[in-house]
Nanobody, 125 residues
């Protein structure tokens, strides 16, 4: 099995910064795209940022210029650096990844999409 474990959420003041981490573990052959999504109370889950295995990034307009997504392929970890945080950034943040699973023979298995459990980010004074 494959798991995505998130960390780094918490309370931060407006204008402050926070870094989220999401580490993938399990029977992994490789990881393709990874991303961050968020869901505020009473709202739909929305894309925050994505990053391909080659480092190509995509951001929601609402976070462009403030957030930075990055990844460490050796650690199988994706990060979200959040700067200049606003109260509207308050949400549960979810990690997502397209994972090629390792087969029982140690080679390439199937491609599957996984979600982390979510981590709460609250921006408030």
């Amino acid at each position: 099995q494959v798991q995505l474990v998130e960390s780094g959420g918490g309370l931060v003041q407006p204008g402050g910064s926070r870094r989220l981490s999401c580490a993938a573990s399990g029977s992994i052959f490789s990881i393709n795209a990874m991303g961050w999504y968020r869901q505020a109370p009473g709202k739909q889950r929305e894309l925050v940022a994505t990053i391909t295995s080659g480092g190509i990034t995509n951001y929601a307009d609402s976070v462009k210029g403030r957030f930075t997504i990055s990844r460490d392929n050796a650690k199988k970890t994706v990060y979200l650096q959040m700067n200049s945080l606003k109260p509207d950034d308050t949400a549960v943040y979810y990690c997502n990844a397209d994972v090629v699973r390792r087969s029982s023979y140690g080679g390439r298995g199937s491609l599957n999409n996984y979600w982390g459990q979510g981590t709460q980010v609250t921006v408030s004074s």
